[in-house]
Each structure stands twice: as structure tokens, then as C-alpha cells.
């Protein structure tokens, strides 16, 4: 029997954004129209695949690590991808992590749905970044990224914004060298060594500047508060992130039980938001966007949050 398929078109993907379609800008729509979109519900035995390949990552004894560990890991891992942009140059290809393998599997309003496109997750995100980068990011003159990793959103920031300055700031070295290596090729990027769980606070970016974090503020578990200080004290213009959130989670749905599980097996960021909604009842922030799009990931998923320091 023919599969029947759905697609996530522009229309549906802006649905869940919360805005309209037009509102996409030219990258994000360009990314939806060019990528293969299809999808159709889990059977029964899909979701059985599904738990079944979960379980064992809950299970295996490297997802639990302590904060040396974790540095060791990203070092390592950036440090692979730092080679493969000096042999190959910087670029959207040799710039993706490597943790993007391809999985029939999506997270897709808090059920699992089945594409013939293993690379739809990163196709989506791709979108996502896009869409988020071209509503909040115009009016900034420098844009900060924290946890830069391996380069990919510096190169897309440095495409979309050619006049904009970009930093990018990690804890490891291999990522500010995939930094240099992205401005040779002409681009206005930079980096630095910077720790989200332990701010220097002799590092300073420049007034006016836009913060941005993709994925990144997961690896700091519950140590947030210092990074919330030190973001406070530099009063960005903006702060842009696309980050899982636990407290927007529904414990009481399977998929989400499950994603809180590995969340905290991985420790991983847990009451961001809650420290942020006191900041904004402290009137110290305030909310432009707080919300879960409910689509991407495979074992978990990014919700938007975009506030910035009010001006009392």
C-alpha cells in the first residue's frame, strides 16, 4: 500500500512559530521550500522502535558526566571538527556538528512522527535558526553567540548579517580556532575563550550587542546563575535562544516523560526559566517571546525564548 504523506509546509512550520508565513523571511523559506518536508504518523510498532532505541541511552553509562568530563568530550569533539574545517575550508558543510547522524524519527507536537528525510531535524533547525536570527537579530550592530561550538551558527550569522560583527565565545580552544578559521575567509567573525558556568568578569561585550544561544546553555545543568548575572551586567539589546526547556515539557505525555528523563540523566539545563520568570516578576527583564513550538529533536526539543534587560 502507498504511504500517504504529510508535509511540515511553510504555513504549518509558521503555525508553529506563532507568527505568519511572510514573517519566515527569504532563508527560513527558502530552507522549507528546498528541503524534503514529508512525514506521516507513528504506528503502533514505530513507537515501540522508538522506546526501544531510547532505553538503552538511559542506560549506558557515558550519558552521566562531571563537569571535566564534559570539557574533555566537547574538546574532543570540536577538536574533530576544527581539523575538518582546516582541511576543507569553513563552510555550512564542514561547519555542522557531527551529532547530527539522521533519524527516521521526529518530535512532532508532543508525538513521534516518521520522514523519509533522515536529515529533517537539522533541515528544520536550519529553518528555525533562520527564522529566529531574521526577526530578532536586524537591528543589532554586533551579535554574540555563547557557545559557538562548531562554527555553524557563526557562519550563518556571518552570512545573513555580511556587515554585522559576530563573536563567538566557548570554553574549549578548538572552537575560537574554527572562529579564526571562519574570518579568513573574509567574514567578521571572531573568537574567545569564555565559560557559560563560571564567567570571567573581565570579559565584556560591546554595548548594544545581541546575545544568542542554539542549543548551547543545555551543557550547564542547574549552574545558570552566574551566566544570568553576567548577562544582566552586560545589557544586551537582545536575547535570542532556542534551548530544550524542561519546565515547558508535559510530564503527564510519554514522549515528554521521556525527554525529561534523558534531559536529567545528561544533566542537563533545568530551571532556566523558572530563574527567568523571577527576574521578569523582579521587573528586571522583560518577555518578548517565551514559547514551545513543539516541533524538532529526536530525544528532546528546543523551546524559544527571547527577553532582554528592562531599562530601570
Not at 2 to 23: G, K, L, N, P, Y
Not at 259 to 268: D, E, G
Amino acid at each position: 500500500m502507498q504511504t500517504e504523506w504529510h508535509t511540515i509546509s511553510a504555513e504549518v512550520f509558521a503555525e508553529r512559530f506563532q507568527c505568519q508565513t511572510i514573517d519566515l523571511g527569504e532563508d527560513a523559506l527558502a530552507t522549507l521550500k528546498g528541503s524534503d518536508l514529508r512525514w506521516r504518523p507513528s504506528t503502533k510498532r514505530d513507537a515501540e522502535d522508538y522506546i526501544l532505541e531510547f532505553l538503552p541511552k538511559l542506560q549506558g553509562t557515558w550519558i552521566e558526566r562531571n563537569r571535566e568530563q564534559n570539557r574533555e568530550a566537547w574538546e574532543t569533539g570540536w577538536a574533530e571538527s576544527l581539523r575538518e574545517v582546516q582541511t576543507h575550508g569553513a563552510g555550512p558543510e564542514t561547519c555542522r556538528p557531527k551529532y547530527f547522524r539522521g533519524s527516521k524519527f521526529l518530535r512532532f507536537k508532543k508525538d513521534i512522527i516518521i520522514s523519509p528525510n533522515p536529515q529533517l531535524e537539522h533541515n528544520l533547525l536550519t529553518a528555525t535558526r533562520e527564522y529566529l536570527f531574521s526577526r530578532h537579530l536586524r537591528h543589532a550592530h554586533t551579535i554574540c553567540e555563547l557557545g559557538c561550538g562548531s562554527g555553524q551558527n557563526l557562519w550563518l550569522l556571518s552570512e545573513m548579517f555580511p556587515d554585522k560583527n559576530v563573536i563567538g565565545m566557548d570554553w574549549v580552544r578548538p572552537c575560537v580556532e574554527i572562529a579564526q578559521e571562519i574570518a579568513r575567509t573574509g567574514k567578521k567573525v571572531e573568537g574567545r575563550i569564555f565559560d557559560m558556568t563560571n564567567p570571567s568578569t573581565t570579559v565584556s561585550i560591546p554595548e548594544g550587542t545581541a546575545i544568542v544561544t542554539i542549543h548551547a546553555l543545555e551543557q550547564i545543568g542547574v549552574n545558570h546563575k552566574s551566566l544570568l548575572d553576567w548577562i544582566l551586567k552586560q545589557r544586551p539589546d537582545i536575547v535570542v535562544q532556542h534551548e530544550p526547556i524542561l519546565e515547558l515539557y508535559d510530564a503527564t505525555n510519554l514522549y515528554d516523560a521521556l525527554a525529561l528523563w534523558y534531559s536529567r540523566k545528561r544533566n542537563y539545563l533545568e530551571g532556566y526559566l523558572t530563574a527567568l520568570k523571577e527576574l521578569e516578576k523582579q521587573e528586571k527583564i522583560e518577555f518578548i517571546a517565551c514559547f514551545r513550538p513543539e516541533v524538532g529533536g529526536v530525544f528532546h526539543e528546543g523551546s524559544v525564548l527571547v527577553w532582554r534587560p528592562t531599562k530601570k
